[in-house]
């Protein structure tokens, strides 16, 4: 007898309106793609991630002409977005442009290290003192948006 273990999807659907966490997978001129990892509670973390796009008009709310997207976000970059609807049959349209919305974790493109927030567009490496540009999440705590639990 022979039996594969196929992952079981969800049955809890992705809502207009909810937060999500993203991996930044690519970026084009106008648009990034990401792959969404985790929905806040009570879904938490997905089983089966779903593709998203961020598009440049969507990563502030003014000035979007003068968005450079690689100025924005990176990929392999973790985004917090909001979700504005669906876009096509593959993917989900997602937005930044809120302050606590945007990049919670980048790794340094020069040094590999993980970087942190200096300001609401700037990340910096702490080893090194190298910045680079980002659309930087204002915090807030993850764990209890995703899980459901209060920070110890």
Sequence with gaps: VV?????VASTRVLQVGQLVLCRVERLQLGQATV?????????????????????????????????????????GDIVLCR??????????MLSTAEVEL????????????PMVPISWKEMQCPETGVKESRKCA?????KEMILGQKAA
């Design 3 to 7: 039996s594969v273990d196929a992952p």
């Design 35 to 75: 792959e969404m990892i985790a929905a806040e509670y009570p879904i938490g973390v997905l089983g089966v991630p779903q593709q998203g796009s961020i598009r440049r008009e969507d990563v502030r709310k003014q000035a979007s002409e003068e968005i450079l997207m690689q100025d924005a976000m990176r990929p």
């Design 83 to 92: 979700i504005l609807g669906m876009g096509d049959a593959r993917r989900y």
């Design 102 to 113: 945007g990049v919670v974790r980048a790794t340094s493109v020069s040094s590999g290290k």
């Design 138 to 142: 204002k915090r807030s705590n993850l």
